[in-house]
């Protein structure tokens, strides 16, 4: 039932293997799980950030403010701080009978349920406040559940399978965000009958009671599957001993390794995600102001566009494999950045179904590329000994600046309009290229 790779850091130049190698990658037992699980971590995440952004803008409240209160997102940007403790504290009584990676990832489904349970019953247009609460709670409960289940990932398989286990948790990350996105508007439309428009607090409460639901399996599945072999740690005598094995250790390790390049690997994972992340923020609200309807976007935005983004993870777990992760990199960045633009098409078109599924068709794809190649290349970077904390570190870095950024965007929308705010997500990819570029030439030396 244990499985335990032996690898500790590599290079993220993984050697060549044949297509067909390369394919069998995803009929591994660690790979099909992770589609499962990876449905469990994609599911809060629209529910705190996208969907309730339309939901947000729906019942009245302004731009700015939303853009706010994507703040909450910030939680994945600094869930860092806590990396550790999920990594080596145990959870009295649940660790003993479930082992260290599985009975934190049970405990965060269970709180991420509850939080979902509490947006449902508390209206926006009413009292902000508490929906706010709850959906930091399920934020911050995504997060420790993403730290567990990232350890949990790469402690699965060896280093040069991670492009294929990458792509198997994208793709069931993106199921989810099917359900999340696309099930979650069809419910609150049918909810709400025949005039599916406008604000009706009865009808995203039976919505988002249906996701607090859905959690259920992705319990069930961590109740299933095997705990990977327990990395071996020295038993600390003291206070002190732990805070150096929990804390300090795992971020000297990465400086031991990297060195000054660790300054560049930084930087780079700290802005990859920039154009898509800012951009994100304001794309439901876009999609209302745009006059664009719950059903329209559920079909179009978080089903088609969904699936665009599942074949872009598949191609770029594949196209990983087979010639490597730096070079993948670079094409999911210029894809990225260059895929916003399309957005400012959008804005002059207007209300336009076809147009909607090109531009979420181009966009997509693009982000399923990039996401599957640099979850593969932040895997490469870990050590096994601290995988929990120094995944939950770099992934954080991903996050923490354009979430920052994000916030205000509902400003610069509002001062400058959708174009405007459009093209500028483009441009902030720029310096994106450069750094890959220089990455690319410290792997090829490793």
Same mark, same amino acid.
């Given at each position: 039932?244990?499985?335990?790779?032996?690898?500790?850091?590599?290079?993220?130049?993984? +050697?060549?293997? #044949?297509? $067909?190698?390369?394919? =069998?990658?995803?009929?591994?037992?660690? @790979?099909?799980?992770?589609? %499962?699980? /990876?449905?469990?971590?994609?599911?809060?995440?629209?529910?705190?950030?996208?969907?309730?952004?339309?939901?947000?803008?729906?019942?009245?409240?302004?731009?700015?403010?939303?853009?706010?209160?994507?703040?909450?997102?910030?939680?994945?940007?600094?869930?860092?701080?806590?990396?550790?403790?999920?990594?080596?504290?145990?959870? +009295?009584?649940? #660790?003993? $009978?479930?082992?260290? =990676?599985?009975?934190?990832?049970?405990? @965060?489904?269970?709180?991420? %349920?509850? /939080?979902?349970?509490?947006?449902?019953?508390?209206?926006?247009?009413?009292?902000?406040?508490?929906?706010?609460?709850?959906?930091?709670?399920?934020?911050?409960?995504?997060?420790?559940?993403?730290?567990?289940?990232?350890?949990?990932?790469?402690?699965?398989?060896?280093?040069?399978?991670?492009?294929?286990?990458?792509?198997?948790?994208?793709?069931?990350? $993106?199921?989810?965000?099917?359900?999340?996105?696309?099930?979650?508007?069809?419910?609150?439309?049918?909810?709400?009958?025949?005039?599916?428009?406008?604000?009706?607090?009865?009808?995203?409460?039976?919505?988002?009671?249906?996701?607090?639901?859905?959690?259920?399996?992705?319990?069930?599945?961590?109740?299933?599957?095997?705990?990977?072999?327990?990395?071996?740690?020295?038993?600390?005598?003291?206070?002190?001993?732990?805070?150096?094995?929990?804390?300090?250790?795992?971020?000297?390790?990465?400086?031991?390794?990297?060195?000054?390049?660790?300054?560049?690997?930084?930087?780079?994972?700290?802005?990859?995600?920039?154009?898509?992340?800012?951009?994100?923020?304001?794309?439901?609200?876009?999609?209302?102001?745009?006059?664009?309807?719950?059903?329209?976007?559920?079909?179009?935005?978080?089903?088609?566009?969904?699936?665009?983004?599942?074949?872009?993870?598949?191609?770029?777990?594949?196209?990983?494999?087979?010639?490597?992760?730096?070079?993948?990199?670079?094409?999911?960045?210029?894809?990225?950045?260059?895929?916003?633009?399309?957005?400012?098409?959008?804005?002059?078109?207007?209300?336009?179904?076809?147009?909607?599924?090109?531009?979420?068709?181009?966009?997509?794809?693009?982000?399923?590329?990039?996401?599957?190649?640099?979850?593969?290349?932040?895997?490469?970077?870990?050590?096994?000994?601290?995988?929990?904390?120094?995944?939950?570190?770099?992934?954080?870095?991903?996050?923490?600046?354009?979430?920052?950024?994000?916030?205000?965007?509902?400003?610069?929308?509002?001062?400058?309009?959708?174009?405007?705010?459009?093209?500028?997500?483009?441009?902030?990819?720029?310096?994106?290229?450069?750094?890959?570029?220089?990455?690319?030439?410290?792997?090829?030396?490793?």
């Amino acid at each position: 039932m244990s499985e335990a790779p032996s690898h500790t850091a590599a290079p993220a130049q993984a +050697p060549a293997r #044949t297509w $067909r190698e390369a394919l =069998r990658l995803y009929l591994q037992p660690a @790979s099909l799980r992770m589609l %499962a699980l /990876g449905f469990a971590a994609g599911l809060p995440l629209l529910l705190v950030l996208g969907t309730l952004s339309f939901r947000l803008r729906e019942a009245g409240i302004d731009r700015s403010t939303i853009g706010y209160l994507s703040w909450v997102g910030l939680a994945y940007g600094v869930k860092w701080m806590w990396a550790p403790l999920v990594d080596r504290m145990p959870i +009295p009584w649940l #660790t003993r $009978r479930l082992g260290r =990676r599985r009975s934190w990832l049970l405990l @965060s489904q269970t709180v991420v %349920a509850g /939080g979902l349970v509490g947006m449902a019953f508390n209206d926006p247009s009413q009292l902000l406040g508490p929906l706010v609460a709850c959906a930091l709670a399920v934020a911050v409960a995504s997060a420790t559940q993403d730290i567990a289940l990232d350890a949990y990932r790469i402690e699965s398989a060896e280093v040069d399978a991670q492009a294929a286990l990458a792509a198997s948790y994208q793709t069931g990350y $993106r199921l989810a965000m099917i359900w999340a996105g696309a099930g979650v508007l069809w419910i609150a439309a049918w909810a709400q009958g025949e005039q599916a428009t406008g604000y009706a607090q009865a009808a995203w409460q039976v919505a988002y009671l249906v996701m607090a639901a859905s959690m259920l399996p992705g319990m069930l599945m961590v109740l299933g599957s095997p705990e990977p072999v327990p990395v071996p740690m020295k038993p600390a005598r003291n206070l002190a001993e732990w805070l150096q094995g929990a804390l300090i250790d795992p971020f000297a390790d990465f400086w031991r390794r990297y060195r000054w390049q660790a300054l560049l690997v930084l930087a780079l994972i700290a802005v990859y995600r920039i154009s898509d992340v800012v951009m994100g923020i304001m794309a439901n609200p876009f999609y209302v102001d745009m006059g664009f309807t719950k059903t329209e976007v559920a079909s179009v935005t978080k089903v088609y566009g969904v699936v665009m983004t599942l074949v872009g993870a598949f191609v770029g777990g594949v196209l990983s494999a087979r010639w490597g992760v730096m070079r993948i990199l670079m094409l999911g960045a210029v894809l990225s950045a260059a895929s916003n633009m399309l957005f400012v098409w959008l804005s002059g078109v207007g209300h336009d179904v076809t147009a909607l599924i090109w531009v979420i068709s181009a966009d997509n794809l693009a982000s399923g590329i990039a996401s599957a190649a640099f979850i593969a290349y932040l895997s490469s970077l870990t050590n096994i000994s601290y995988s929990a904390t120094q995944y939950a570190l770099l992934s954080s870095m991903m996050l923490l600046l354009p979430k920052f950024i994000a916030g205000f965007s509902g400003d610069y929308v509002d001062a400058y309009g959708y174009a405007s705010f459009f093209t500028a997500t483009a441009w902030l990819g720029g310096p994106v290229l450069l750094l890959v570029a220089l990455a690319s030439r410290v792997h090829a030396r490793a």
